[in-house]
């Protein structure tokens, strides 16, 4: 069952879809969004609270594992987000830029404490985060307990790719708005779990 509100006979009734929907090889998917995440890195990361209720907070990518489409993100064990995680596995990951482009990024997620990990992906700027306790433990280096990494597998990606310049996209809306023509300004993609599944497999 899906909702509608409106009946357009044969005609789509989302032509920006249509009209922007783009499919190339499975390579130049991920390639093109691997390239996108990697350059604006900072994202929103959407859980659902032990309560059920959504909540998001901004992350910075640490890493990537399973070809490129699976994220790493350094966490607190001991914060909040931990907690939705232990509740609730389902996470959203939210991508955008200044242009407009963006990707959604749908998986699941598991809190890992390995500490051989957690050293390969240390940053020394989890300091600011962390700090330091002063007892010797809790000091926000690569062997502070509280230091897990948080890694989501895709399950379904969505992404939008610039298919215009700044001035080229502002061209096609201003013609969209004299033409009644859906603006052709973006390429919609989307990976499936079973391509993510064959990408993986790559590696």
């Not at 939210?94 to 990707?103: D, H, R």
């Not at 948080?150 to 379904?156: F, H, Q, V």
Request: hydrophobic share 30%.
């Amino acid at each position: 069952m899906s909702y509608s509100n409106a009946d357009t006979g044969s005609k789509t009734a989302d032509p920006y879809t249509a009209k922007n929907k783009d499919e190339p090889s499975l390579d130049e998917k991920v390639k093109d969004l691997t390239t996108f995440i990697d350059k604006t890195k900072i994202c929103l990361l959407t859980t659902r609270t032990p309560e059920g209720k959504l909540a998001a907070r901004a992350m910075a990518l640490a890493a990537k594992e399973g070809n490129g489409v699976d994220l790493l993100f350094h966490t607190n064990t001991e914060s909040g987000k931990t907690d939705d995680l232990d509740a609730h596995s389902e996470v959203n990951v939210g991508f955008i830029n200044n242009s407009g482009e963006w990707a959604s990024i749908s998986g699941q997620a598991n809190i890992e404490t390995d500490r051989e990990k957690v050293r390969k992906y240390y940053s020394p700027s989890l300091k600011a985060w962390l700090g330091d306790l002063g007892d010797g433990k809790h000091d926000g280096g690569p062997e502070d307990p509280r230091i897990g990494i948080i890694k989501i597998k895709s399950n379904t990606i969505q992404y939008s790719a610039s298919g215009a310049t700044m001035v080229g996209q502002a061209i096609e809306v201003a013609k969209g708005m004299v033409t009644g023509q859906a603006a052709n300004v973006n390429k919609l993609r989307h990976i499936e779990e079973s391509e993510l599944q064959q990408w993986r497999s790559k590696a």
